[in-house]
């Protein structure tokens, strides 16, 4: 990776810092939200949708609901499932959306949504209104390091690792950790990590932006020490000899909340029946996910060239839930492993949202004083899931009674309680908070 992407990297989060200070607590309650979807069923309105995803397995909802049928099951026979390049190319082709050759909705790092819609990370900071309609999966993602630091065998605790990046420092050697959205998911797991042990993010190494599908390119000639990223791309860096897995994130925040399905609020406004159509048919790909009889089957799905066009035998371990991390290291069914639909790995916890607005302020992306509940409130349209299981004949047992999961406890004994989120946040040596 050349300077070109990192001053990429540098452009896209000064755009999103400008948008973040522009936010005023009252802006999301103006004309763009145009109405909130409540339709209790009734005929589609559309059978039409056009869904964007990166080449990951936490996309393989999207892949197997085309794939097995479910769309068309449930009457969205003119779905298409479309490749995007990068996660900022995601995000412009929402804001496009599919009446100006964009796309109506996407599998997405659960952030995203609320930077789109506040305008937060959006060219001019247009605001573009957008729900999120389910969690895609739970964990799933690592964490890798180069074979430079191979002897380190680095897994959770950074402070090793630390001592090996400030001695490269020292002797003018840049240090380079890598994700692959400034204030998405990988961002924070990677920033949690490194900061966990003492390492600042902001100031001890350089946090860059590469696209998934480049991470284990750009680890080969050396553009960076480490990165966060989901599979197949951490399994491919082993099998070429490259790096090694550090961690899986659910090490860090068991069952931690991942990728979501979104839309843009326009469509779902506008299509509440073709929406729910859509969740439904996401849900029973999940379950069929979920199912480890099919786990051979998904993994041989998402290697098609038209999906994540990667060996099969990248994708398959780690499917099935078998971890070899490269260092000797071997975890056979961990418990770990990515979710697709037990643990009420579909339902979009509003608690979990405001997890990630908070480390989000925490980062300097969105001001102290940006209104995460109100946010939340109308981003986040769990009401739409939970209309979709009911009819859906979802188990009562898989869809919760509250919207929060209550406290949830990190591997270095940090908690966060969504009811008191800054007290959290103000637990937290290391960070960057704007006023």
């Known amino acids: 990776m050349g300077s070109k992407t990192i001053k990429q990297a540098a452009v896209s989060r000064r755009h999103f810092i400008r948008g973040a200070m522009a936010l005023g607590g009252a802006a999301m309650m103006g004309g763009l939200w145009t109405g909130t979807a409540r339709a ?3 005929a589609l309105e559309t059978k039409k949708a056009k869904l ?3 080449a990951l397995t936490d996309a393989a909802p999207l892949f197997v609901a085309d794939e097995k049928g479910f769309f068309a099951k449930h009457g969205m026979t003119e779905v298409e499932v479309l490749k995007q390049s990068s996660w900022g190319t995601t995000r412009d082709n929402l804001v496009l959306g599919s009446q100006r050759n964009g796309i109506d ?3 997405i790092l659960t952030p995203m949504p609320y930077l789109i819609s506040s305008g937060a990370m959006t060219a001019n900071n247009v605001q573009v209104p957008m729900y999120i309609l389910a969690r895609l999966n739970l964990a799933g993602q690592c964490i890798s390091v180069g074979n430079e630091y191979k002897d380190l065998k680095v897994g959770t605790d950074t402070t090793v690792f630390k001592d090996a990046l400030a001695a490269k420092r020292a002797s003018g050697k840049a240090v380079n950790a890598a994700m692959t959205f400034p204030g998405g998911t990988h961002d924070m797991w990677i920033r949690y990590w490194l900061a966990a042990g003492g390492i600042d993010p902001t100031r001890d190494i ?7 599908a480049q991470m284990v ?3 080969k000639v050396g553009s960076m020490d480490t990165f966060c990223v989901c599979e197949p791309w951490n399994r491919q860096l082993i099998n070429q000899g490259i790096g090694y897995t550090a961690n899986t994130t659910g090490e860090l925040w068991h069952n931690h909340p991942e990728k979501a399905f979104a839309m843009r609020a326009d469509y779902v406004d506008a299509h509440p029946n073709s ?3 859509l969740i439904k048919a996401v849900m029973e790909a999940q ?8 786990r051979e089957e998904v993994a041989r799905i998402c290697a098609k060239r038209r999906w994540i066009n990667a060996p099969f035998e990248d994708i398959v371990d780690r499917m099935r839930g078998d971890f070899d991390y490269g260092t000797g290291r071997v975890v056979e069914n961990s418990p770990q492993q990515m979710r697709y639909w037990k643990d009420q790995a579909s339902y979009p916890f509003q608690s979990h949202d405001l997890w990630f607005l908070t480390e989000n302020i925490r980062w300097g992306y969105l001001p102290r004083d940006f209104d995460m509940k109100a946010w939340v409130g109308k981003v986040n349209r769990e009401d739409l899931w939970r209309q979709a299981a009911q009819e859906l004949g979802v188990a009562a047992s898989d869809i919760p009674a509250s919207t929060s999961r209550g406290l949830e406890t990190f591997f270095d004994g940090k908690v966060f309680d969504p009811e008191n989120p800054m007290a959290y946040l103000d637990s937290l040596a290391i960070k960057t908070v704007r006023s």
Request: net charge negative; proline share 10%; aromatic share 6%.
């Open 105 to 107: 909705g996407a599998h």
């Open 287 to 294: 379950m069929f996910c979920e199912d480890p009889a099919n």
């Open 275 to 277: 929406t729910k159509a």
């Open 52 to 54: 964007g995803f990166i």
């Open 40 to 42: 209790a069923g009734g």
């Open 217 to 219: 390119a750009n680890m």
């Open 206 to 212: 350089s946090t860059i932006v590469v696209p998934p």
